[in-house]
């Protein structure tokens, strides 16, 4: 979405690797001189362009019309490639047909051979592949849910900009302290990358796209999306209190992200000093001045509606300073290796077991708690975290 904005000649460079010094655009004039077919291919894919004032809509209509352009060119190159095989080998119609219905069937896609349908293109049409990208209300509903996915991933790469410049690697979700929340900080990267007079109208839009405020998707389903969009190895892990009680209710009254490739011997010591103890302070005077307003209510003999209200406001407020204690505990258990929350693996055990007992801690290991060694993998070091149950949900799916 963001590329959406950039004419063929404001791209940039392709790739940041140790080789991307190979790629060249077709701006090159020898890429041109070399591929003149290929070069028009990609400046007439490229050719549509939005400003940065465009509404997220706009900028994601751009880029579905690139995607499918592009998609519809790969799509009759291939197509070409099939037809030199089989003239190449001689193959007749009938047998291609045959062909192309198996390698269809194993790949569990639709048949792509070649037989005369109704409305079939003609040869000017199929060869440009314009004609390939249908015209219909399923190309609506995928253009839409395109749409969606480009302002999850665009807000997805804006938490991964904000979590990766934080100096430890510990962004809050919730509000805590003077400290910057995760919106906050994705709502100010939006605004470096399109204008700071497009902040509100673009954070509004998202919304509107998601269903639902940013925040709240940020909150709660963010995880889960990025545990999805990285293979079932998230680079950023949402701790939570939420599921500290029962019935629990994301995001908890603390939660915070924090980036695996910081993560240090005493990342859990620095949450718990820096971020959860300013929050259970907020919690516990909640809960002292709502017992205080219950309290007052009943010395005063209140009416039956205003003590209902005071008392659900300090039941809630219970229910929340319970909660963020236990999840002091459990992480100071962690840190401290005071219980091992994974028992210890058996003669036999595989190594993912052994890395796991080892990175968790406890009286077999000196006394010490949990102790991440990024060497091993998310799969290892992310496993306390989840015995524990001071992460999101998602992360269950992590094995």
Known sequence: MLLATRT????GHPAAGPQSSEFRWPSASDIREACPAATRIFEAAFATHAPSSASLRRLGEVAW?????LECEIA???????????DLFEIETV???????EVSFRQCQPDLGDEETEGEQSPETAESGVGDIPRSETTVSDSNAFVRDEVMRLLSYAVRVVVENDDDGI???LQVG???TLAQRV????????GTDQIDAKWAEAAEILGKPVEEWLAIDYFEYHVDMYWRRPIFWQLTSAYCVPRGRLPGCFSCLI?????????LQNILSLYVARAQETVQAQFDATRTILEGGQQREANRRELSSARCNFEDADRRLREITEFVRRLRELDTGARPVTPPPGENASWVRQKIAEVTGGPAYGGRGWLPVIDYGVRVNIEPLKVAQVIHRAADRIS
Not at 95 to 101: G, H, K, L
Not at 259 to 267: I, P, S, W
């Open 8 to 11: 063929v000649d404001g791209l």
């Open 178 to 180: 003077d400290e910057l």
């Open 187 to 194: 709502k100010s990267q939006i605004g470096e990358w399109f």
């Open 171 to 173: 962004v809050p979700i």
């Open 259 to 267: 980036d695996y490739h910081k993560l240090r011997a005493n990342t």
């Open 95 to 101: 047998e291609r047909q045959r062909i192309e219905e």
């Open 76 to 86: 009759g190159l291939q197509q070409q490639i099939d037809r030199s095989v089989y």
């Open 65 to 69: 019309s690139r995607k499918c352009t």
